[in-house]
């Protein structure tokens, strides 16, 4: 689904399926963005990786329909600390419980 | 005999008639009993004599005293019925109760009602100005008075506190608190039930003897007769101002101008004004305003002000100049009982070539703002108020209405003071619109109503409306787009290279698109669904050092509560705007945010969980 605002690269390794978010997500593409990646995220095999650090922007209807989509696939996710959107999703301790990781490697090795 | 003399010469038929039967028992009594006339039976004759003649002087010299009393009392309730005649609405009646006190030689005087079956204590507790009537209004003994009162059908006097404490036990505390050592209770009636006490205390004893008792009571019917003359008031009141809402009502916000309106009634008296404001869509780009200003207060004020409106509507749909309109609406108001003389400002912008025209009929000079800031008064379209002498050939003009141009209608009451020249007060509201126009609208409007009235009370009503046109220039921001989801992508996109122009720091441009963003899909989730096209208005600034963002619409938001990811959206806005306040008006919402553009400690704002 062609988004405007919001890319999608996927990647594929021997292990991980990597989403790459590159734009902004708001309640204009929320669905579409959380509709798309459940289906790459049935697709994979394997361990689901969403990298955030290529997010410029996030609103509360964005981060309802991911917070939901990590909770149901219990995929890794990637945010940086001086990542744009980073304040954001701290404010509203998004993912509380599970491990946040810095970078794609930390991710992908497993290592909060 | 003496005392027969001195009553009769001091005093009543009565008291001589008393005094002569009096000396008649004594003559035979002692005639009867006292058959020795020698000089000790004279002796004590005489003195008999003159303890009765004691007696009579005494007595005599008491009704002197009433006289005297009643004679200061007579003009003293004649002040007194003036004082709670003068007061209009119950709140002003109960100042001018508790001013009473010191009439009355009292130390307190209040009056406790049943209003919607509430007892209610006059003065209002933070009106009562002295710290002596504060205790006496807040406390269950009234009540228990009042109760007392009412069974027995008339007044009450305590001379003593423990009197009126084996009375009313309840009011043990009470007598304390007040230091009363006598206290008055006075029914006040309304159609033959009591409705409440009138309460009088006083810190020295008093003995209540028959003419002051007399006199309290008529103060107490006096008080009677003005509480029903300030209900009827607060009725008549309160259906002119409801109806002066409703003809009002809230402007429909329309797109591609930015305005909003502010009415405020007269803080003083009971006066519903005539005061109005009125936008209507003309088409092909044009908008018209307008505020006017009806002769005369209250529910004839109203009604006019609603036809002149309605009139000005249809008028300005003609579609001809502003000067044209104004005439047509003469005609209208020659035909119209009560309407000559109103004075009406009425501009027409046109967004698409960018001009405004005006014309006043006897109306405030209107307050233009270009882009850059620079404040004029629009005067020179001055004409008579409507209908004043025959077919009045108005003059309009026409000026440059560029992009963040601001225009402000207003009413008189917002610039005249008693006792002041007009210019002072249009020089006080030029100086004000200077320093705050590049506020969004909502703000500036907030702002000069806040700034002009900050030590003064409205002794008329207010009517402004403020009018920019969007733009977007380094000094403002401001866009207005129907409220959908779609549009809030370029919005945001717009907002963030005008944010950019004012901050570097990737943090505070994320917390200001985002606390935006959250306002705005609050708008969008919240437009009244039956609305024609629910809009919302974007508008910023800076000022100092702190970003001013204001998110306007037309909906109504729910409590955050109710919806978790709403919820989570307010949470967002409270934590990353600096200072966030929610006005929910009729209109719709308004949401106003503060950002510091100055950050002492990025990282204390980034609380860390990984």
């Not at chain 1, 964005?62 to 001086?82: F, K, M, P, Q, S």
């Not at chain 2, 936008?279 to 044009?286: A, D, H, M």
């Not at chain 2, 003609?318 to 400002?345: H, I, K, Q």
């Not at chain 2, 629910?534 to 963002?549: F, H, N, S, Y």
Request: charge should be negative; hydrophobic fraction near 45%; glycine fraction near 6%.
């Amino acid at each position: 689904m062609p988004d405007d605002l919001c890319t999608i690269e996927t990647r594929q390794t021997d292990s991980h399926t990597i989403v790459r978010l590159i734009g902004e997500i708001d309640a204009s593409n929320a669905a579409s963005i959380d509709h798309e990646l459940r289906t790459i995220e049935l697709a994979a095999r394997n361990t689901f990786v969403v990298d955030f650090n290529a997010l410029e922007y996030i609103d509360s209807a964005g981060i309802a329909a991911l917070e939901l989509l990590a909770r149901e696939t219990n995929c890794r996710i990637v945010i940086a600390d001086d990542a744009t959107v980073y304040q954001t999703l701290d404010i509203v301790r998004f993912n509380a419980g599970n491990p946040l990781y810095d970078t794609l490697s930390d991710a992908l090795s497993g290592a909060a | 005999m003496i005392a027969v003399l001195v009553a009769a010469a001091l005093c009543s038929f009565t008291m001589t008639v008393w005094f002569t039967v009096a000396g008649i028992a004594v003559s035979a009594f002692l005639t009867r009993y006292v058959n020795d006339f020698t000089g000790v039976a004279l002796w004590s004759r005489v003195v008999f004599q003159l303890v009765l003649g004691a007696i009579a002087l005494f007595v005599a010299w008491t009704p002197i005293r009433r006289a005297a009393l009643s004679e200061k009392s007579l003009p003293l309730l004649h002040d007194v019925s003036n004082d709670l005649f003068g007061a209009h609405g119950m709140d002003e009646l109960g100042v001018a109760l508790g001013e009473l006190a010191s009439s009355l030689g009292a130390s307190t005087t209040s009056l406790f009602v049943f209003k919607d079956d509430q007892l209610v204590g006059f003065p209002r507790d933070d009106e009562a100005t002295d710290p002596v009537h504060a205790p006496v209004l807040r406390s269950e003994c009234p009540g228990h008075i009042l109760e007392l009162v009412g069974r027995r059908g008339r007044s009450a006097f305590w001379s003593s506190a423990a009197t009126l404490v084996a009375d009313v036990p309840e009011c043990a505390a009470w007598v304390d608190a007040v230091h009363a050592r006598s206290v008055a209770g006075i029914p006040i009636r309304s159609k033959d039930r009591v409705t409440g006490v009138f309460l009088v205390t006083y810190t020295r004893t008093q003995q209540f003897n028959a003419s002051e008792r007399l006199f309290l009571s008529q103060v107490g019917s006096q008080v009677a007769r003005a509480v029903e003359k300030a209900e009827v008031e607060e009725v008549s009141r309160s259906v002119a101002s409801e109806l002066q809402q409703s003809l009002l009502g809230p402007t429909v916000l329309v797109p591609q101008v930015g305005h909003c309106s502010r009415y405020l009634p007269a803080e003083e008296g009971l006066s519903v004004g005539g005061d109005w404001y009125q936008t209507v869509r003309l088409g092909s780009g044009n908008f018209g305003i307008a505020v006017g200003d009806a002769l005369g207060h209250g529910l004839t004020a109203a009604t006019i002000m609603g036809q002149l409106r309605s009139a000005l509507a249809a008028c300005a749909l003609t579609g001809n100049s502003a000067a044209e309109v104004l005439e047509v609406l003469d005609r209208y108001a020659a035909e119209l009982p009560g309407a000559p003389s109103t004075t009406v400002a009425y501009a027409v912008v046109n967004v698409v070539d960018h001009w405004l025209e005006y014309s006043s009929a006897g109306h405030p000079y209107p307050v233009y703002v270009t882009p850059e800031g620079d404040v004029t008064f629009l005067d020179d379209a001055q004409g008579l108020p409507l209908a004043c002498g025959d077919s009045i050939e108005r003059i309009a003009k026409r000026i440059p209405f560029a992009a963040g141009s601001t225009i402000i209608l207003y009413s008189d009451g917002l610039i005249e003071r008693r006792g002041e020249s007009i210019a002072v007060g249009l020089e006080r509201l030029r100086a004000v619109v200077a320093e705050w126009w590049r506020l969004p609208i909502e703000i500036l409007a907030d702002e000069i109503v806040r700034t002009l009235f900050a030590d003064a009370a409205r002794a008329d009503d207010v009517a402004v409306l403020v009018l920019r046109l969007p733009v977007m220039s380094r000094d403002v921001f401001l866009e207005k787009v129907p409220a959908r989801t779609e549009e809030l992508a370029p919005l945001r996109h717009d907002l963030r290279d005008w944010v950019a122009q004012h901050v570097d720091d990737p943090a505070t441009v994320n917390a200001v698109l985002t606390t935006v963003g959250e306002a705005c899909a609050n708008a969008v989730d919240h437009a009244y669904t039956d609305h024609r096209d629910p809009l919302m208005r974007v508008e910023a600034t800076t000022v100092g050092d702190e970003m001013i963002l204001n998110v306007t619409d037309t909906g109504c938001w729910k409590p955050p509560i109710q919806d978790s990811e709403r919820g989570r959206g307010i949470a967002m806005i409270e934590v990353l705007a600096d200072r966030v306040t929610i006005d929910r008006r009729a209109s719709g919402t308004s949401v106003t945010l503060r950002h510091s553009l100055t950050r002492m400690d990025d990282d204390a704002r980034r609380p860390v969980h990984h």
